[in-house]
Nanobody, 122 residues
Framework: VQLVESGGGLVQAGGSLRLSCAASGFTFDDYAIAWFRQAPGKEREGVSCIGSGDEIINYADSVKGRFTISSDYAKNTVYLQMNSLKPEDTAVYYC????????????????WGQGTQVTVSS
């Protein structure tokens, strides 16, 4: 199982970024794919998740209306479109996969990417 994130970088507040998570080594349709983030000195938190049948759960209230998760099954890739970025969105963003669903994400076999840094300047 391999998850490779890309698309992070430095952006000014109010700007946008699109993160990508390219998945391989497993049956993409059978897994829930989620984005997590970890800011310095803080615990990793779930951001958003997409599962089979277009199940979508936004874990973080702070990103609702600003972040959108989507998937391209033909490319085995999940995206996180991040708009209206704020300095508090600064974190390492991780892509994860679970063999269950978004609702039961932590009950399944889980895998992680290496993370991509997002820095939002004020």
């Amino acid at each position: 199982v391999q998850l490779v994130e890309s698309g992070g970088g430095l952006v000014q507040a109010g700007g946008s970024l699109r993160l990508s998570c390219a998945a391989s080594g497993f049956t993409f349709d059978d897994y829930a794919i989620a984005w997590f983030r970890q800011a310095p000195g803080k615990e990793r938190e779930g951001v958003s998740c997409i599962g089979s049948g277009d199940e979508i759960i936004n874990y973080a209230d702070s990103v609702k209306g600003r972040f959108t998760i989507s998937s391209d099954y033909a490319k085995n890739t999940v995206y996180l479109q991040m708009n209206s970025l704020k300095p508090e969105d600064t974190a390492v963003y991780y892509c994860g996969a679970s063999s269950t669903s978004c609702v039961r994400y932590h009950d399944g076999d889980r895998y992680w990417g290496q993370g991509t840094q997002v820095t939002v300047s004020s």
